[in-house]
């Protein structure tokens, strides 16, 4: 598959434990944050999302927390699965809502 | 099937040489944008449309032109590639005129020597 990230930060759980993910942004004026998981030799795909009026919003196994003070975003994902080992990105957009910034990524590997 | 299509999926070209790569998505999203990702830099966006005829740049517009003359196809255009510009490109598409929630293509591989 298309390797997305040879020196991306690794987080390593077991199966059926609980992982968090966490990212950093950039721009205190952005009001829209994303989730999104890549497969090796696919596209990015939408898991959850959350604007800046909230601090919590929750998905099916998944969660996201906002914490606007630090610029702080994260992402739990429940009893984690072999099927959710990828890369994790996090991505921001600006209040105008049309320029979309993407955090380096996280690579999530889930031991059997 | 909703889908974002990139055409070609793997390219090798020679410096100067243009290029094409084609992104066409079949859900009516008003806001399409293209990617390049690189190891360690994660995606990083070379230009957005809004909508048909509105076009701006992201954040790494140098070297790449886009069209947006219909709703469905956004192209991404390498007037005079070079090797820089060896990388996974991704197409996405989002319904509102607001980058949220894109669906993004399969990518294309360009390698430029």
């Known amino acids: 598959g298309e390797s997305v990230g040879l020196h991306l930060p690794t987080l390593s759980v077991q199966e059926g434990d609980n992982s968090i993910i966490n990212c950093a942004y950039s721009?205190?004026?952005?009001?829209?944050f994303i989730w999104y998981k890549q497969e090796s030799g696919k596209g990015p795909q939408f898991i959850i999302d959350?604007?800046?009026?909230?601090d919590k919003r929750q998905g099916q196994r998944v969660t996201v927390l906002l914490n606007k003070t630090v610029k702080h975003l994260s992402l739990q994902i429940a009893a984690t699965q072999p099927g959710d080992s990828a890369v994790y990105f996090c991505?921001?957009?600006?209040?105008?809502?049309?320029?979309?910034?993407f955090g380096a990524g996280t690579r999530l590997f889930v031991k059997a | 099937e909703a889908q974002v299509t990139q055409n070609p999926r793997y390219l090798i070209t020679v410096t100067g040489k243009k290029l094409t790569v084609t992104c066409s998505q079949n859900?009516?999203?008003?806001?399409m944008s293209w990617y390049r990702q690189d190891p360690g830099l994660g995606l990083r966006q070379i230009y957005y449309?809004?909508?048909?005829?509105?076009?701006d740049k992201g954040d790494v517009p140098e070297g790449y032109k886009v069209s947006r003359k219909e709703k469905r196809n956004f192209p991404l255009i390498l007037e005079s590639p070079s090797p820089n510009q060896t990388s996974l490109y991704f197409c996405?598409?989002?319904?509102?005129?607001?980058?949220?929630?894109?669906?993004f293509g399969q990518g294309t591989r360009l390698t430029v020597v």
């Open positions: 996405a598409s989002s319904l509102g005129q607001r980058n949220t929630e894109a669906f």
């Open positions: 721009n205190s004026a952005s009001d829209y």
């Open positions: 959350i604007r800046s009026n909230m």
């Open positions: 991505a921001e957009i600006d209040t105008g809502g049309f320029k979309t910034i």
């Open positions: 859900m009516n999203h008003e806001y």
């Open positions: 449309s809004m909508n048909v005829e509105v076009t």
